[in-house]
Nanobody, 123 residues
Framework: EVQLQASGGGSVQAGGSLRLSCAAS????????IGWFRQAPGKEREGVSV????????YYGDSVKGRFTVSRDNAKRTVDLQMNNLKPEDTAVYYC????????????????WGQGTQVTVSS
């Protein structure tokens, strides 16, 4: 069974840090683009950061550039998101997802999803 298991969410004050981890089972993550999306109440889901081993590419949304870092460990089958200098607007449910997009931003082609983990940033 293919599964993505997200963990590491929590509540922090603005300026704090959290590290999310996505553990994959039932698939070889080397072959996938895999990364993080988020959805805040009343807003559409957005791509936050994704990474792909096969060509060494990564993507960061404009709102998180310079603050978030995505990394993967293919041997451990994990993809982590280090989030620094968190802001209240980062509050959302964060999901990890995997797929075979041609462009990393082909969001509709991420078709393997994990459950969400809540991140709450207070001012």
């Amino acid at each position: 069974e293919v599964q993505l298991q997200a963990s590491g969410g929590g509540s922090v004050q603005a300026g704090g840090s959290l590290r999310l981890s996505c553990a994959a089972s039932g698939l070889v993550i080397d072959d996938f683009a895999i990364g993080w999306f988020r959805q805040a109440p009343g807003k559409e889901r957005e791509g936050v950061s994704v990474i792909r081993s096969v060509d060494g590419t990564s993507y960061y949304g404009d709102s998180v550039k310079g603050r978030f870092t995505v990394s993967r460990d293919n041997a451990k089958r994990t993809v982590d998101l280090q989030m620094n200098n968190l802001k209240p607007e980062d509050t959302a449910v964060y999901y990890c997802a995997a797929g075979y997009p041609r462009l990393l931003t082909d969001w509709d082609l991420y078709d393997i999803w994990g459950q969400g983990t809540q991140v709450t940033v207070s001012s």
